[in-house]
């Protein structure tokens, strides 16, 4: 069984910094990318930043140039460094790896339980 597991969210200002990270355990043969996705309440979960195995980025055009997404392959983990905090960054944010196989037969998508980030102005 995969687990990813979050950390890092928190109350912050406006204008200031956190780093999320979600760390993928369990037995891993390969991931094809990972990703961070957020929900504020009352709107859909939308993709903040993702990060696939040969290190291609692609960001929300809301946060383009505020955060950066990188991951250490070889742990299996990622992080979501998010800089000049807005409050309408404020959501949870939920850690996915896409494609994840556990075996040579099964592959799927893992989701993380969520972190708080809270932005205020």
């Known amino acids: 069984q995969v687990q990813l597991v979050e950390s890092g969210g928190g109350l912050v200002q406006a204008g200031g910094s956190l780093t999320l990270s979600c760390a993928a355990s369990?037995?891993?043969?390969?991931?094809?990318?990972m990703a961070w996705y957020r929900q504020a309440p009352g709107k859909q979960r939308e993709l903040v930043a993702r990060?696939?195995?040969?290190?291609?980025?692609n960001y929300a055009d809301s946060v383009k140039g505020r955060f950066t997404i990188s991951k250490d392959n070889a742990k299996n983990t990622v992080h979501l460094q998010m800089n000049s905090l807005k409050p309408e960054d404020t959501a949870v944010y939920y850690c996915?790896?896409?494609?994840?196989?556990?075996?040579?037969?099964?592959?799927?998508?893992?989701w993380g339980q969520g972190t708080q980030v809270t932005v205020s102005s």
């Open positions: 990060i696939i195995s040969g290190s291609s980025t």
């Open positions: 369990g037995t891993i043969f390969s991931i094809n990318g």
């Open positions: 996915n790896a896409d494609r994840v196989r556990t075996s040579n037969w099964v592959m799927r998508d893992y």
